[in-house]
């Protein structure tokens, strides 16, 4: 079982990015998925979930409106749409399985002019 994180680079403030998870190794279509993220000396923390079906999506209130969390279960794969990006979104960022407790080894992010 694995899930590996990709998309993740040096952006300006008010930029983009597109972060993807690939997983593999377990049966992705059933189960709920989050990205969490790990600013600079913080305690790791979630930023968005979404369920199996990729109806029921939440969110972290510092996020909200700015990034979109998605999945396509052919193709088994979790993705993070970040925008408006901010300085103080500055993280490695991680897809996790809760179900397996797993984790990914996760994609830096840094915002800076």
């Known amino acids: 079982v694995q899930l590996v994180e990709s998309g993740g680079g040096l952006v300006l403030p008010g930029g983009s990015l597109s972060l993807s998870c690939a997983a593999s190794?377990?049966?992705?279509?059933?189960?709920?998925m989050r990205w969490y993220r790990q600013l600079p000396g913080k305690e790791r923390e979630l930023v968005a979930s979404i369920n199996n079906l990729g109806n029921n999506k939440n969110y972290a209130d510092s996020v909200k409106g700015r990034f979109t969390i998605s999945r396509d279960s052919v193709k088994n794969m979790l993705y993070l749409q970040v925008k408006s990006l901010k300085a103080e979104d500055t993280a490695v960022y991680y897809c996790?399985?809760?179900?397996?407790?797993?984790w990914g080894q996760g994609t830096q992010v840094t915002v800076s002019s």
């Open positions: 190794g377990f049966t992705f279509m059933y189960f709920d």
């Open positions: 996790n399985a809760p179900v397996y407790n797993l």
